[in-house]
């Protein structure tokens, strides 16, 4: 053993006597180090060259091994105030200075401690802290147990979900990050590691095997035959659909090139589709090109006429002649008991229509519109007059009084003792009405809310009715004069419907908005006028108009905002005007009407199955709660049981935000 080994060893002696000493023996322990560094350096320089080192520490202080370890392998260490415990390292044979340093970076990092290198000095800190440290990203050089950064570029794999693959690999407190832009991984980890991680991510960043395969169709539709082969090959469609990547399969039909487009991890499943079309695409010899389309979602009639349209150049959409007369080549007839085009012509002519339906076939989505009519109506009306009237002695003849009119007259005869509306005063003479005071205030409220909804398909039109069929006298015919012998008086009538009435086509656009042709009617029976001869009078409001909404949005259609007044004076000249005594001889009538209506309006768009079921639900819910609130309740004597009840629907769902129900208000009677 020559003199450095003992120095060494006197070195490591040195930090178990630390466990040994004293409390006060910091200054012996600090001329202990300085007389070993004095030992060492007074060695002869082959010794002191030595590349060997013999490793001893048990249970010693980690401050003091990182200490021997620096003066051994002579790096400068920064060793952060968290670094603390005990360490053990023990070698059997003498290993190298620079081996001495990789034992010292792994025994750290059993102990939860990672070394960083920066601007020559080799901090120690917590592991979990050496992520904010590493030096230079991207550099590959480095000890094992040294952290660095690097990025890894994939050429292939999408790096989101590598992260993924790599994430366990790393340690709970080192980082992996997908840069998205890029395609890249940032890894922050031990050298060791990133070799490892390194290997794995060459190993799966490869091209894909599995390239489209293009199979030309020469006689048959591509379209028709996908389909043929898909309804073949049912298996494969199920192991695509479960997920699992190794037995992707993906068959569809380019109508452009009449071609099929083939993706699959089974050499087995693309053997068999090349040899199912080798067998089906072939040319069968028979005249007339009949081709069978069954659709899913258009219309067949309707569909047809669009095609038949299309192939005689037609751009009015002209429904054929009766039968399918051929058109530009070919014939096309809607079989509509099974929704199905039959088409006859050319593979060529039918592989272009043949590619119309795909395009047209598609499911329709749904528009469902809420309504809001919303009225306030406010009606206030006051009367106040005084009418006189003085007789003969003896007799009912008028000889002076007052008369204000068919409207506000209030003695109609001497001998009328019929009051209207509201206070009346009169004086009576002989039995007969002279004088009577007229006072009448009216204050008539209404809160009036409609809610009507629709749904309809895309650019279908729809309509809904809620009112009364009533009739309406158009004519009338009667017998008169002496010589009328046959006697059949007759009037002519005609229905019409008074109510709400909501009519809509909506019409979707790109981006989610919606356009609307609206029509919208409000009416009702005026009440005063049931009893007239001439008929009935009816109260209207109706608008008609185009407007273009986003979906779930609400937007005002229009509206009416009116306030008028009306002040009636009926007086007698110079009378009526003097003063207190003058309303003796006036009539007065005063009435202000403020009318206040809006429309609004709210398209949803219903693309799916959940859209409408959830709804259908809220509202069905809504329903079965009127029904609840609407049973009776039993009284003595008059028990009722049952009564009508919407059965529960399951799932229940529920939105938020809906309109509110229809709810009004009768106005209020007069005072």
């Known amino acids: ?60 202080d980690i401050q003091e091994v990182i200490k021997a370890i620096s003066q051994i392998s002579k790096k400068n260490f920064l060793v952060d105030p968290r670094v603390k415990g005990s ?3 023990v070698s059997a044979t003498p290993v190298s ?20 290198d920066a601007d020559g000095v080799t901090k120690i800190i917590p592991e979990s802290d050496a992520k904010l440290y590493v030096d230079a990203v991207g550099r590959s050089g480095g000890k094992g147990d040294k952290i660095i950064t690097k990025v890894f570029v994939l050429k292939n794999e999408s790096a989101t979900q590598m992260v993924n693959v790599v994430r366990p690999m790393i340690a709970p407190n080192n980082l992996v990050v997908a840069h998205a832009s890029s395609n890249a991984l940032v890894i922050t980890d031990y050298v060791s590691n990133l070799k490892r991680i390194e290997q794995v991510i060459r190993a799966i960043d490869l091209p894909s095997a599995d390239a489209p395969i293009i199979i030309p169709v020469k006689y048959m539709s591509a379209l028709d035959l996908a389909n043929t082969i898909n309804k073949m090959m049912p298996e494969a469609a199920q192991t695509a659909a479960s997920g699992d990547g190794n037995q992707r399969f993906v068959l569809i039909g ?101 590619a119309v339906v795909e395009r047209l076939d598609v499911r329709q989505p749904q528009v469902f519109v809420e309504a809001l009519i919303v009225e306030v109506t406010a009606d206030k009306a006051a009367e106040l007059g005084v009418q006189w009237q003085a007789l003969s002695q003896g007799s009912n003849t008028v000889f002076a009084g007052t008369n204000f009119g068919t409207t506000n007259n209030l003695i109609t005869s ?83 419907d008074v109510g709400l009435t909501l009519k809509i086509k909506p019409q979707i656009l790109d981006g989610g908005s919606v356009r609307l042709q609206i029509y919208q009617e409000v009416s009702s029976v005026l009440a005063s006028s049931t009893s007239s001869t001439s008929g009935v009078t009816t109260n209207k409001r109706s608008i008609d108009t185009s407007v273009l909404v986003d979906k779930n949005q609400i937007v005002v259609l229009g509206g009416l905002i009116q306030d008028s007044v009306s002040d009636v004076q009926s007086k007698t000249p110079l009378l009526g005007d003097i003063p207190f005594l003058g309303g003796l001889f006036r009539y007065d009538t005063r009435q202000r009407t403020k009318t206040n209506l809006m429309v609004f309006i709210r398209p949803h768009i219903m693309l799916d199955k959940d859209s409408y079921s959830t709804v259908t639900s809220e509202r069905y819910e809504q329903m079965s709660k009127k029904q609840d609130d609407a049973k009776l309740t039993s009284q003595f004597m008059m028990n009722v049981e049952g009564g009508p009840q919407l059965p529960e629907m399951r799932p229940s769902l529920k939105i938020d935000g809906g309109m509110p129900a229809q709810q009004s208000a009768q106005p209020e009677t007069a005072k």
């Open 1 to 60: 053993m020559n003199i450095f080994m003992i120095a060494q060893r006197f070195v490591c002696l040195l930090s178990l006597r630390e466990r040994i000493v004293v409390r006060d023996s910091l200054i012996w322990k600090k001329h202990i180090w300085l007389a070993a560094l004095l030992l060492a350096c007074s060695l002869p320089a082959t010794a002191a060259q030595s590349d060997k080192v013999s490793l001893n520490f048990v249970n010693a």
């Open 87 to 89: 360490i053990n390292i």
């Open 97 to 116: 200075t620079d081996l001495a340093y990789d034992i010292l970076l792994s025994a750290l990092r059993l102990q939860g401690y990672a070394a960083v």
């Open 254 to 354: 380019d109508t452009r090139s009449n071609s099929l487009l083939l993706r699959a991890d089974n050499p087995g499943r693309i053997a068999r589709v090349r040899e199912l079309v080798a067998k089906l695409d072939n040319d069968t010899g028979t005249p007339g090109n009949y081709h069978v389309v069954v659709l899913k979602n258009a219309d067949a009639a309707k569909l047809a006429q669009t095609l038949r349209a299309v192939m005689s150049g037609d751009t009015s959409a002209a429904p054929a002649a009766p039968g399918g007369t051929p058109t530009g080549g070919g014939m096309v007839q809607a079989d509509v008991a099974s929704n199905s085009l039959i088409i006859t012509a050319a593979e060529p002519i039918y592989n272009n229509l043949r």
């Open 414 to 496: 001497a001998t009328s003792r019929t009051i209207g509306q509201g206070f009346n005063l009169g004086i009576l003479k002989n039995n007969s009405l002279g004088a009577l005071a007229h006072a009448l205030e009216s204050d008539t409220n209404a809160n009036i809310l409609s809610s009507p909804n629709l749904m309809t398909l895309d650019n279908e039109e729809a309509k809904i009715v809620v009112g009364q069929n009533v009739p309406f006298i158009t004519g009338s015919y009667s017998n008169t004069g002496s010589n009328a012998t046959t006697a059949t008086p007759f009037q002519t009538i005609e229905r019409k």
